[in-house]
């Protein structure tokens, strides 16, 4: 699925002096400072849900606190079903709206700034880059797959997502909502925590595999096996911010493609279309040359005969601060338009909730 643009080959080019960079790069501190507290952001929301699970697993008899809707940004089964159901019925649904709201946030996030939500927002992606970030100090390195098994295994995170919009493309808009009112539809989210809280011995054997395999290969989960990357890479494709070297300043080094976690030939390539880039910004860290490599919109025609173009780069800082202001956005749309609480009386959750177990899946 990837879709690059390469320059001519590399060989006979003249060697070009290093015009070393003079501005030191700040893009990973941003991005992990980003991550960290976004991790931080979904740290409360568990516990803050964790607590109002209680409250009814415990009859009431202990400190209530309001429902966290941001924990339906964990459902995202939910929010395409509920996204297809707006576009069929013009109606926001009223069970797991915020789900709906956050997907289309992070979706409006991958068609302007790449795949950014994976590298800078996505918890998972975040333990994903420490794991492997862990491994390779371990192990002296992390493990690269040979190209003939990387770009089958690619495919896998999209036949899953297939699967996904196969399922959810045959159902009708009244469908979407009766799944949505059974009891699991009301308590998926409860049934999400409890797979976590009661893990059986074969679910963890399974994610201690995902976590042994996320320390030898750089974004295992992310590369291979997650559906909702791929979507938001495919949404990418649309992004007119990319990576874009400029084959003047670049002295031909290769620390760009060394040091991408997502394996591209970042030093082959006039810009990176690909949709595995996640605008992670470690290649523009890693480069040695001013200039030489940037992310940036696509160059402009300047008005001047002595420069033809100019890029219009957009830094670390800015993308940070359009990241917020999408996510801020869109809750605030929600909450100002009333769309972001599942409003179930109390009344109902105290019947479902001690009871989330026995509700298994509609469609089995
Ligand atoms: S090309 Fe650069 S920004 Fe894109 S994934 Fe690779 S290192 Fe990150
Ligand atoms: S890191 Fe990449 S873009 Fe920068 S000088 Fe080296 S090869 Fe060129």
């Not at 209680?54 to 009431?60: D, M, N, P, V, W």
């Not at 013009?90 to 992070?106: N, Q, S, T």
């Not at 979507?231 to 003047?248: C, Y």
């Not at 040695?288 to 005969?305: G, I, V």
Request: hydrophobic share 50%; net charge positive.
């Amino acid at each position: 699925m990837s879709a690059v643009s390469a320059t001519p080959a590399i060989a006979g080019r003249a060697k070009k002096g290093l015009v070393r960079r003079f501005v030191p790069d700040r893009s990973q501190l941003t991005r992990q400072t980003v991550q960290l507290l976004f991790v931080g952001l979904n740290a409360c929301i568990g516990l803050q849900f964790f607590l109002w699970v209680r409250y009814f697993e415990h009859g009431g008899q202990c400190l209530y606190v309001p429902r966290p809707a941001g924990v339906e940004g964990w459902l995202p089964i939910a929010g395409l079903m509920n996204t297809k159901y707006l576009l069929l019925t013009g109606r926001v649904p009223a069970i797991h709206p915020a789900a709906m709201y956050l997907f289309l946030g992070f979706l409006l996030m991958s068609l302007l700034l790449k795949k950014a939500f994976c590298s800078w927002l996505c918890p998972i992606g975040t333990v994903s880059e420490y794991l492997w970030k862990l491994g390779g100090r371990l192990f002296r390195g992390n493990l690269r797959i040979a190209r003939w098994l990387d770009l089958p295994l690619r495919g896998l995170k999209y036949v899953l997502l297939a699967l996904f919009m196969a399922v959810i493309g045959v159902m009708s808009a009244d469908a979407l909502d009766g799944f949505m009112q059974t009891p699991y539809g009301l308590v998926v989210d409860v049934k999400m925590m409890n797979f976590f809280r009661e893990m059986s011995g074969t679910a963890a054997v399974i994610i201690l595999a995902l976590v042994l395999l996320s320390m030898l290969i750089q974004n295992f989960w992310c590369r291979y096996l997650c559906p909702y990357g791929a979507l938001l890479g495919l949404a990418s494709l649309l992004s007119p911010l990319k990576i874009r070297r400029d084959q003047n300043a670049c002295i031909d080094c290769g620390k760009c493609a060394r040091t991408c976690p997502a394996s591209l030939p970042v030093d082959r390539l006039v810009q990176v279309r690909s949709v595995e880039c996640s605008a992670c910004m470690a290649c523009v860290a890693a480069c040695p040359a001013q200039d030489a490599l940037q992310l940036a919109l696509p160059p402009r025609k300047a008005p001047s005969a002595a420069v033809r173009w100019y890029r219009r780069t957009v830094g670390p800082v800015a993308i940070a601060a359009a990241l917020a202001y999408i996510f801020l956005g869109v809750v605030l749309l929600a909450r100002a338009t009333n769309h972001w609480q599942t409003n179930i009386p109390r009344s109902v959750y105290m019947q479902l909730v001690p009871h989330t177990d026995e509700f298994s899946h509609p469609g089995m």
